[in-house]
């Protein structure tokens, strides 16, 4: 397709210039674009082909920048940031330095909040529409949010709220009956199937009984009555939910067409109380695979493109990742443990636990986008000597932090909680990057804490978290398992424990979770240059062996690193050093991990080269250690 009006796009004000024909023909370019691009470079391809018309009637109808339109997590936002000015940059979205695959405030003016996490537009929307009041402006706000999102429960409390203030703000529901996992709970449900009305379902009844008594047209009279049960629960009942909480409900209407979508907009975009409108929108729309199968072309990888060097790093092709290596083990445990179940929070592919709910479906709990919920529902299984295992992003789990405190930890109940996508998340960027979940999981009363070097590892800590009665945390990337074999035996481990990888006699190296392997590249490199290196593998973050640090001391160590693909400040490098530091260590040490801040998108390799947490970046910063300390003793 020759893209006649796309190119031309420099900002929203360039759509009021075109006619109707001129709009449809600029939303077919957007989808042919975008599917053309994507699926070159990678990126979220479903969610945004779903939105097009609706993205493009509303900076039709409404004034942006100054109108703010706010979109929850931002997978939908591609035709956005097209219709933005950001045409000519777009083939590098999600690439290292290029375009976020999300919202970001500092990258457009028209990004008016940054998302990356669901359920938040609604709150922040309302926050800009209180600001307005405050500041006394005329600008209009509206929130885009899908019914995955509505699963959580950050978007009825701002609903509440912003049904209590009674300010203008427009809510679009765009519902696909489609989250990245197919949505579970009443509320989805609430928007596609009739929720218990007694007034209706009274109606529905007497109405079926007048029809049996009826001596002619009998059965053409109940499927009349069929179709209209239909109507009116789309009619009557989506709305009732909004309306009793403060909003004028508007739908549903389809998504995909543009004239009505601009007609309805046009229409509500000036009532000054709130609004929802529900709109009916196909994930993938325009593209007949990612049509069939939106969960599979929710996100598309590049084609033949790779994501970095793998080097040093063994037989990375022949092994599962370690999404995938939990999956199989947590099928493993369940057939040797009948008390074990899985909860996730609308993260099953993303997880590896597909293969979990096909074989034991009554077992598989996924509650939707409310990761709090997951832990304090866990939290009750648990009372009730049931096992449970919550694997959920790193980055999510952060939302459950005080359920994980107040609720699992305080009450020492036996949670294993498997984070996924701790360390560099790659290009989904800084809102992804599990960075913080060893701080905040070292500083929990009764917690550990683990970060397996490989899949093989995984699997004995996962059967030591089973049997330890207590809150058990197990950290592990989004990346290669580098070792797992499917037919292995599990060790259980002592709580604490560390393990000695290479011995050596001139530095100490403390590695977490794969950066072992690192480290032990590293070390073999090093030992060419007369530096002899000890390496640890430190698969326990809490408790610390700290016997073996005792060691350390006793055996005249004057050099520690410390590795971790986690944020510094309070990590495991922290509490290495505090340790040693209360118990009369007077050696250097180097902690490297992650920056004091947000790390920007790319792949795992080049964002680890970017902060010198590749080989050569870590040997770099060992010889230039082993340097000055000989510098040290020498000016002595």
């Known amino acids: 397709m020759q893209l ?10 360039d759509l009021k210039e075109l006619d109707s024909s001129s709009l449809h023909r600029l939303c077919d370019e957007l989808r042919y674009y975008t599917v053309n691009t994507i699926t070159q470079i990678g990126g979220h391809l479903a969610p945004t082909l779903g939105v097009i018309e609706l993205t493009t009637a509303l900076h039709y109808i409404y004034n942006t920048p100054d109108d703010k339109l706010v979109w929850d997590v931002g997978h939908q936002a591609y035709a956005h940031k097209l219709l933005t000015g950001r ?80 300010r203008q703000i427009t809510v679009i529901l765009n519902d696909n009956e489609m989250s990245i996992s197919p949505n579970v709970g009443a509320i989805s449900k609430y928007f596609t199937r009739l929720i218990s009305n007694p007034t209706y379902n009274r109606l529905k009844t007497d109405a079926w009984e007048l029809t049996k008594k009826l001596p002619l047209a009998r059965g053409t009279i109940q499927a009349f009555l069929s179709r209209l049960d239909k109507s009116i629960k789309n ?20 998504g995909h067409d543009l004239d009505e979508l601009i007609k309805t907009l046009d229409t509500i975009k000036d009532i000054e ?6 709109v009916i929108t196909k994930k993938g729309k325009g593209m007949s695979v990612a049509e069939d199968d939106p969960v599979k072309y929710h996100g598309v990888k ?47 592919e993303g997880t590896g636990l597909v293969p979990f709910e096909k074989k034991f479906p009554d077992r598989y709990y996924d509650v939707g986008i409310a990761e709090g919920h997951a832990v304090t529902f866990s939290a009750g299984l648990a009372t009730q000597g049931i096992r449970p295992i919550v694997a959920i ?43 913080l979940d060893i ?15 490989n899949g093989n590892e995984l699997r004995n800590l996962l059967y030591t978290a089973l049997n330890h009665n207590g809150p058990f945390g197990i950290r592990y990337p989004k990346f290669s398992s580098i070792e797992f074999d499917k037919n292995g035996q599990a060790d259980l481990l002592p709580i604490g424990s560390w393990e000695v990888e290479k011995k050596g006699d001139d530095l100490m190296i403390l590695a977490v979770g794969p950066m072992v392997y690192s480290a032990l590249s590293v070390a073999s490199d090093l030992d060419k240059e007369n530096i002899s290196c000890e390496v640890v593998n430190c698969r326990f973050i809490k408790p610390m062996d700290t016997a ?65 947490l590749d080989n050569d970046g870590i040997k770099n910063k060992i010889i230039d250690l082993y340097a000055s300390a000989k510098e040290e003793v020498l000016e002595r």
């Open 439 to 453: 701080p905040y999981f070292r500083c929990i009363q009764g917690m550990i804490l683990t970060a397996p070097k």
């Open 87 to 166: 045409f000519d940059e777009f083939p590098s979205i999600r690439q290292y330095g290029g375009l976020s695959g999300f919202l970001k405030r500092s990258e457009s003016e028209y990004d008016v909040f940054g998302a990356g996490h669901a359920s938040t537009a609604i709150s922040a929307a309302l926050g800009m529409a209180e600001a307005r009041y405050q500041k006394e402006e005329k600008n209009r706000v509206v929130a885009v949010i899908g019914d995955g999102a509505m699963t959580g429960g950050l978007a009825f409390e701002a609903i509440n709220n912003a049904g209590h203030l009674g």
């Open 548 to 612: 073996y640090l005792n060691s350390i001391i006793k055996r005249g160590f004057d050099k520690i690193i410390t590795i971790e693909e986690g944020v510094i400040n309070g990590g495991f490098g922290d509490g290495v050093s505090s340790y040693l530091l209360e118990n009369g260590y007077s050696g250097s040490i180097k902690r490297l991990g992650l920056p004091d801040s947000y790390v920007e998108h790319g792949s795992r390799n080049q964002i680890l080269n970017s902060l010198s």
């Open 4 to 13: 006649k009006y796309l190119p031309k796009i420099k900002s929203p004000k």
């Open 235 to 254: 009619i009557i009942v989506p709305g009732m939910l909004f309306e009793e909480m403060g909003f004028r409900y508007f739908g549903p209407i389809d």
């Open 393 to 435: 992003y790193s980055t999510f789990l952060q939302r459950a932090f005080d359920h994980i405190v107040h609720d699992v930890s305080v009450q020492n109940l036996p949670v294993i909680f498997c984070m996924d996508r701790s360390g560099i998340a790659g290009e989904d960027g800084p809102t992804h990057h599990g960075a």
């Open 273 to 278: 109380k709130p609004v929802l409108l529900h």
């Open 302 to 348: 590049a084609n033949g493109k790779s994501n970095g060097s793998t080097k040093n790093i063994t037989k990375q092709e022949e092994v599962p990742s370690f999404q995938d290596a939990f999956g199989y083990l947590s099928c493993e445990i369940a057939e040797n443990r009948k008390d074990t179940v899985c909860i996730t929070a609308a993260m099953r």
